[in-house]
């Protein structure tokens, strides 16, 4: 169950940094972000959960703010993944936790 966790968490991790990556990204390069590099790669990182966010979400959000709809989603599952670890480690123990 640890492992499950620990993988949720690192998931949610790697997609955040990614989401903020992207949005750091589009402020700084403007309307040429859609022939930038990086940031297709970022977008294209960042798309299986920014598609999830986009299934869940009613018509009324409008596209642009999906990717911030799925930043939130992802930062409460993080946030519940990290308390599940803790009350699975304060379970079993610290040391049993490295």
């Known amino acids: 169950m640890l492992l499950l966790v620990s993988i949720i968490k690192l998931v949610c991790e790697i997609a ?5 990556g992207r949005w750091l990204l589009g ?3 403007g309307q040429k972000k859609e ?3 990086f940031y297709k790669a970022l977008e294209a990182m960042t798309k299986p959960f920014v ?3 986009r299934f869940i979400t009613p018509k009324a959000v409008i596209d642009r703010h999906v990717p911030f709809v799925a930043f ?3 930062g409460f ?3 519940v993944s990290v ?3 803790v009350r699975i480690c ?9």
Not at 16 to 20: D, E, F, N, R
Not at 93 to 98: F, S
């Open 16 to 20: 955040l940094l990614g989401l903020a």
């Open 27 to 29: 402020l700084l390069a």
């Open 35 to 37: 022939s930038n590099f």
């Open 51 to 53: 598609s999830a966010a």
């Open 72 to 74: 939130l989603l992802l």
């Open 77 to 79: 599952i993080w946030l």
């Open 83 to 85: 308390l599940e670890k």
């Open 90 to 98: 304060t379970q079993i123990g610290v040391e049993l936790c490295k």
